[in-house]
């Protein structure tokens, strides 16, 4: 082989293994388009549906139109654990799901729900933006996906069949359906509820036929999966934050170009911000429309709520050490 010859093989191969997505940078030259399917369990007039669509777009009009992204509302992919758990294994690409679900997974995301724990939308973005977000999302990648970000779903508030929620003691014997995932058992529990999981694609039903009493969840879920219809009281807790998470599995984003999975990373966490603001942006009105439904709706002291629920904050030290909660409760 002569010097020139022997130079560019010497070069080529340290191409090759400083660039570890050399395969997807060359499949990417040959015109490879990436298509991807992402599934959430929020109605095809829920805020998931908006801003999936737009990350969508986004990420098309970035990768100029190499990365596709088709979305899919309803859990009609699966319900949420299935897709979770096909994330990481690679039966699913992408998935927008709650960090209850996560946390059955990743049982320190479950830090998240921990209630109370958060003031107000201002201060999740800046824990779920900064050091927590990114040492959870680190807990995460082992198991096979990359959180693309934390998107929102919101503050949870409780509704119900049988009285209005004013004090804990309200909550004692109630059949409360809670998502499936173990903080949200402990804290009704320890409120004197029944705390009952359900999956969130069989709540509507299980209100309807008494399975349960009651449930909880941020005033969009009220409206649009129609719990007015079946319930008769809602009560403004804002015990419980649950974030959204949004996860891609980490095989199919390691085979992507480079400079396409910084598109999608970039995206994912530029439109975590923009998430919350048009949540919060359309609470008002969404509570508005629920009163106007027939709901009786009422505002509720949650300082007793606060002290109530504290022996669960002290469990869960005990069980993910001190440092993340603690970060979480100081960060300003």
Known sequence: MNKKLTLLFSGLMTIATVLPFSHSLASAADGEVFEIRLGHTGSPDHHFQVISKRYAELVEERTDGNVKISVYPSDSLGKQLELVEGTFIGTNDM????????????????IINLPFIFRDPDHVREVLDGDVGKALSDKVEPQGAVVVGWWE??????????KPITKPEDLAGMKLRVPEGPIFVDSFETLGANATPIAFTELYSALQLGVVDGQENPPAHIL????YEVQDYASKTGHIYLSSPVLINKALLNRMPEEYQQVMMDTGRELAAEHTRMVVSEEDAQWEQIKELGMKVNDVDKAPFVEATKPVIEKYRGVFGPELIDQIIDTK
Request: net charge positive.
């Open 95 to 110: 998935v927008l799901t709650s960090d209850a679900v996560l946390s059955n997974f990743v049982p320190e995301v479950g």
């Open 153 to 162: 779903n919101g503050f949870r508030h409780i509704t119900n069949s049988k």
């Open 224 to 227: 649009t999966q129609k719990f």
